[in-house]
């Protein structure tokens, strides 16, 4: 599970050493330290105490949609293993665990949390401003950049494609197996951009409005194969459509290099850099990779597939 933290885990000291006291920052135009001074310096360097933990509640102050609460959207219905039970209040799964304890970070718990549900679409789109910060697997990347925010990312997933296992997908190893075949995904995710891009295949895909509607046609078997990340993929053969499995996830050099998953926020808002700050906070801590192994730790093995 390192692979999945490590951004969140490589930001962690740069975030929390930007909070440090700005009066250093006049050092390169600063004459060079006398004997005492240089002496006081080394034995700062190496001083092993861990660094104090950066106020992320003290940075949301005043930042959220309604004084003294914030508010999370999820998707509706929110899946496991993200949300379980379609209630993101409860802590149960991995983005509604990641969601509260960001909150707790910035200092809101219990009533000061409320949720909101949002479609995929209009949030990347940057037309929903009824949130703090939405979470549903949102991939970072420079288009959406364009018109919505980003905290640092909390995740790290590959994209996989799904298929039953005595259907059309059965033998899949490769890519180019995969050009024949029928597929989909929800509309407006890189999963989706995934096909067209890198799989290029015969059929024009189809855009479902869902994870959900895709499901449903995977299970109807009105098409051959979904692209999703790994995780749901993992999830729904395990546990929702029995008979499927992951036929693999996709290599490195092919675009496989995963999909860094951040918390989404509307363009410029303010309460992004409070958010990093608590991301690092629960990087550095641990709670993160704790939260993330007990979540995904299931989820996260497939072959991959060759490139060709």
């Known amino acids: 599970m390192k692979r999945q933290i490590l951004a969140v885990a490589a930001m962690a000291a740069v975030l929390l050493a930007a909070c440090g006291d700005d009066s250093t920052s006049s050092s ?27 106020d992320a509640a003290a940075c949301a102050e005043g930042k959220t949609l309604e ?7 999820t998707g509706d219905p929110a899946f496991p293993p993200y949300v379980l039970d379609d209630a993101p209040e409860s802590g149960q799964g991995f ?29 990347v789109a940057g037309s929903d401003n009824t949130f703090d910060f939405n979470l549903q697997q949102f991939t970072i ?10 905290s640092q990312p909390y995740y790290v997933a590959n994209q996989a494609v ?7 997908g ?14 989909g995904a929800a509309a407006g995710t890189t999963s989706l951009q995934f096909i067209l891009d890198v799989i290029q295949p015969d059929a024009e895909p189809f855009a479902f409005n869902s994870n959900a509607d895709a499901k449903t046609a995977l299970d109807n078997q009105q098409i051959d194969a979904i692209i999703t990340d790994l995780p749901t993929g ?25 999909d860094q998953w951040g918390l ?20 550095t801590s641990g709670e993160l990779a704790a939260i993330t192994d007990e979540w995904m730790g299931q989820w996260t093995e497939a072959p991959t597939l060759s490139k060709d």
Not at 96 to 108: D, I, N, P, T
Not at 244 to 257: C, L, M, N, R, Y
């Open 28 to 54: 390169d135009t600063t004459a060079a330290p006398t004997t005492e001074a240089a002496t006081e310096t080394t034995a700062a360097a190496t001083d092993t105490t861990e660094p104090a933990a950066a």
């Open 170 to 183: 059965k033998g899949v190893t490769k890519l180019s197996d995969l050009k024949s075949l029928s597929l």
């Open 141 to 150: 990347n420079d288009e959406r950049k364009q018109v919505v925010s980003f």
């Open 67 to 73: 004084a003294g609460v914030l508010t999370i959207a």
């Open 95 to 123: 983005e509604s665990a990641v969601a509260l304890a960001v909150a707790k970070e910035l200092g809101f718990e219990g009533d000061a949390v409320q949720w909101v549900r949002t479609s995929f679409d209009t949030a």
């Open 264 to 283: 989404l926020l509307t363009k410029d808002n303010p309460l992004t850099e409070c958010t990093d700050l608590a991301l690092a906070n629960l990087a």
């Open 162 to 168: 799904l298929g039953y296992a005595d259907g059309p």
């Open 234 to 258: 993992l999830y729904i053969s395990a546990v929702e459509i029995e008979g499927t499995k992951v036929f693999g996830q996709f290599p490195i050099d092919a675009g496989g290099a995963g």
